[in-house]
């Protein structure tokens, strides 16, 4: 059974940096394009960055270019997201996701908190 599992967020001041890091089991990971999804309150999900399966390409949401980092270790099984420079509009819960041909699956999510 396909399984993701984020861990790494938590509260951090406004300008600082936090790593997400998400883990995956049950698929073949080297197959799947990665994204990280997050939701704040009241609002919808929104899509923050992708990487393809080779980890080749990637591409970023206007609010996350040139602050967040996307990557992948296909021999770990993981997916992360550097994000650096964090403003408070950043508060929300990360979510790991996974599509491979039409299959999606998510994960729980993890709370990220920019606030001083």
């Known amino acids: 059974q396909a399984q993701l599992v984020e861990s790494g967020g938590g509260l951090v001041q406004p300008g600082g940096s936090l790593r997400l890091s998400c883990t995956a089991s049950?698929?073949?990971?080297?197959?799947?394009?990665m994204s990280w999804y997050r939701q704040a309150p009241e609002k919808e999900r929104e899509l923050v960055a992708t990487i393809d399966a080779t980890g080749r390409r990637t591409n970023y949401a206007d609010s996350a270019r040139g602050r967040f980092t996307i990557s992948r270790d296909n021999a770990k099984r993981t997916v992360s997201l550097e994000m650096n420079s964090l403003r408070a509009e950043d508060t929300a819960v990360y979510y790991c996701h996974v599509r491979i041909g039409t299959a999606i699956k998510w994960g729980q999510g993890t709370q990220v908190t920019v606030s001083s």
């Open positions: 049950g698929f073949i990971f080297g197959s799947g394009i």
